[in-house]
């Protein structure tokens, strides 16, 4: 919004969750994006950080171009509007302790009985209490919801059933949360439908559920009523958490407004293969001083490697790649084309100025060279090899395929090879690699095939349940295009009678709609219709998948409808 509306007045920007300029990924580099463009603005706006625990918030004031500050008053205090006792229950070992906050130690106080496992330890200490457990991937939350919820059986409670009818209507027949709801257990993850997310957490202030599994989506985001907090994993992802995220976790029990005190169990599972001391090292430690992202060594570290990459122009980074993490070079490799684009415009920002102790005269000439202001761009979502490859395929008569006969028919065929160009085109498989860019099993284009059985449903209007339906009759078609959580393959076969394969392809279908589809897919399209209109030199065109895309409905009358207001 702010490149393309250069002339926009903001007062004032809120920026929640700050201690994120810190952290890993791409996410952070549009804070520093975010600030140049704000320089650029006769008044600067008032900008309010907001951010839990953060000992040193001054630091965060370094991603404003030009801002100076000297000696600065600071009221600090301990206080937080929680009361909680904290335990560390290692099933291994079947030992339980509890922490002392005054003198930071863990003293043992029970010997678990032999065999506990997590749902044992949740029946037992949460009985009669609302639960909230966290896990630390999709898979693990929707897995344990199912084993703990065996323990029960359904609950005359009107409003459940209610609930789980809307599910099974919704989302599938076989959808495992509309049978755990029932049971007064539910799974909470990010590509849940937003309207159920809401009545489960409505629910669970209700009573009426009374122990939900989730991800950090939950518990960082949502304050609940919860009397005990259950951590089953130290890890956030495949990443381990830092210091912020581990107390902002901890902190979503045994708040005052909805508790007198609360219990946060930390459990160590045998086969989770975790550290038998971090989660006491996380208690005993106070949140360190922060760095900003691009100072943190996960990314400092490879800063030579990429400014050596942009002095030989190359602008696929392939060093700095073959040395990074994916979810480290998604930030590296943004902050190379925030480089490029400031020395072009000899612009003096937070990134160059940090660039710039890792780069010679001569390495820094090279790269004014090899990127003149042409070849670099505001938008460091695009980098401008992939906009060259896109301006050409357009200039050469490439559009998105045609809609047919009075039920706007498509040839699917032709969506895939229009898919499989724009994945050459943008380069998935190099920038995207491991969500739209992955390589498939066996036929390298069933994933984009999968996609594209999604995206034409969703464009033609129809429901979730219809989408899911059709998302599960492809993988019974195509089994061995194998089974996936994300970017992690399952089984390699799906099976077609497993109700748990089916429910990882419902979960799958939900997260590609939330996560590849109404995002990665929309934002590509988006450059395609920008760049086409360019091109053609005009404002609208007909056939704008992106605006199909956008609406869920290639109906002229439902996106009217939609653009005054109306749902989809």
């Not at 929707?142 to 609950?155: G, S």
């Amino acid at each position: 919004m702010m490149i393309e509306r250069e002339n926009i007045r903001i007062d004032f920007l809120f920026i929640d969750e700050a201690h994120k300029i810190s952290g890993r990924g791409g996410r952070s580099t549009y804070y520093f994006k975010v600030m140049t463009q704000l320089r650029k603005m006769q008044k600067l706006p008032t900008i309010v950080l907001a951010s839990p625990n953060i000992p040193n918030p001054e630091e965060y004031l370094k991603i404003i171009p030009g801002c100076e500050y000297g000696p600065m008053n600071r009221l600090a205090s301990k206080f937080a509007p929680v009361c909680q006792f904290k335990y560390y229950l290692d099933l291994p070992s079947r030992k339980a302790y509890y922490f002392n906050d005054y003198t930071k130690e863990r003293q043992f106080c029970y010997t678990l009985p032999e065999g506990s496992v997590l749902s044992d330890i949740v029946k037992s200490v949460g009985k009669d209490d609302q639960n909230l457990v966290y896990c630390s991937s999709r898979r693990s939350v929707l897995e344990n919801a199912v084993k703990y919820a065996r323990n029960f059986a359904p609950i005359d409670n009107e409003q459940l059933r209610i609930l789980a009818a809307e599910i099974k209507r919704e989302v599938h027949d076989d959808c495992y949360l509309a049978d755990l709801i029932v049971r007064g257990v539910a799974y909470h993850v990010g590509y849940l439908p937003a309207n159920i997310r809401l009545r489960i957490e409505k629910s669970f202030e209700n009573g009426d559920l009374r122990t939900i599994f989730c991800t950090s989506t939950l518990v960082e985001g949502v304050n609940l009523p919860a009397d005990n907090l259950f951590v089953t994993s130290y890890r956030n992802g495949r990443s381990n958490m830092n210091e912020v995220e581990f107390k902002n976790l901890i902190g979503r029990v045994g708040r005052i407004k909805y508790n007198l005190y609360g219990n946060v169990i930390l459990v160590r599972e045998a086969d989770g293969n975790l550290s038998e001391d971090q989660y006491t090292k996380f208690l005993k430690s106070d949140v360190p001083p922060q760095k900003l992202s691009i100072d943190i060594k996960e990314n400092a570290d490879h800063i030579k490697a990429l400014v050596r990459d942009l002095a030989d122009g190359d602008i696929e980074m392939s060093n700095c790649h073959e040395q990074a993490t994916e979810t480290d070079f998604e930030a590296l490799r943004k902050f190379g084309l925030i480089y490029a684009r400031d020395l072009a415009t000899g612009d003096v920002t937070p990134i160059s100025q940090t660039f710039d102790k890792y780069v010679d005269e001569k390495q820094r000439q090279r790269i004014i060279e090899n990127f003149p202001i042409e070849r670099t761009s505001e938008d460091i979502t695009l980098s401008y090899d992939q906009a060259e490859n896109l301006h050409d395929a357009i200039v050469k008569g490439m559009a998105y395929p045609e809609l047919t006969g009075e039920n706007d028919e498509i040839d699917f065929e032709k969506l895939v090879d229009f898919m499989w160009e724009l994945r050459r085109l943008f380069k998935w498989d190099i920038y995207e690699k491991k969500t739209i860019g992955k390589r498939g099993n066996g036929d390298e284009k069933s994933v984009i095939r999968w996609y594209c059985t999604i995206l034409l449903r969703w464009i033609r209007g129809n429901g979730l349940n219809t989408i899911v339906r059709s998302a599960v009759r492809y993988k019974e078609n195509n089994p061995w295009t194998g089974v996936w959580s994300g970017d992690y393959m399952v089984e390699e076969t799906y099976n077609p009678n497993s109700k748990y394969h089916k429910n990882l392809v419902i979960a799958e279908s939900l997260s590609v709609i939330e996560n590849v589809l109404l995002f990665s897919i929309s934002n590509y399209f988006r450059k395609f219709s920008m760049e086409y209109k360019a091109v053609h030199q005009v404002e609208n065109f007909d056939n704008d998948w992106y605006e199909y895309v956008e609406y869920g409905t290639t109906n002229p009358i439902t996106i009217f409808l939609q653009q005054n207001g109306f749902s989809r």
